[in-house]
């Protein structure tokens, strides 16, 4: 957790300075925002589900994404944010960690969280935290 918890701390800091990315971030964010992030990047990476029992479930986490319109531009900043992230957070010199990271990152922001582009009240009210592996996404996982 404490490498997530920083990974989390970087892609904040760079998002909330970042010029698509920073709008989303302009009209105010939870003080425990970082936390949250860290939590949902360890369910999702197999950890524990300490992010659905402690905090929402993935409904929430679309919920807040939803409803904005399509906006690729941003999307691809906010990937490019949590690539270099990922390489500056002090993680292990593991390339195959990174790219596992990287990976997850960008297909969540291309395919879970911006999925209800038009309303949020479109959005399911069952949707759980995807997992992801190694090799990619795990079907069927909760």
Do not use: C
């Amino acid at each position: 957790m404490p490498a997530l918890r920083k990974l989390a701390a970087v892609w904040h800091d760079l998002a909330v300075s970042a010029p698509l990315v920073g709008h989303a971030f302009s009209h105010g964010y939870r003080d425990d925002h970082e936390e949250r992030l860290a939590a949902y990047l360890a369910e999702a990476l197999g950890g524990p589900a300490a992010y659905s029992e402690r905090y929402a479930d993935q409904s929430h986490i679309v919920r807040l994404h939803s409803g904005n319109g399509v906006h690729p531009e941003m999307d691809e900043e906010a990937i490019r944010i949590f690539a270099d992230a990922v390489q500056t957070a002090g993680l292990p010199n593991d390339r195959e960690l990174r790219q596992t990271l990287k990976d997850f990152w960008a297909w969540s922001m291309r395919t879970r969280l911006n999925s209800y582009p038009d309303s949020k009240d479109d959005v399911p009210g069952d949707l759980t935290v995807p997992r992801w592996s190694w090799n990619g996404p795990v079907e069927g996982a909760p």
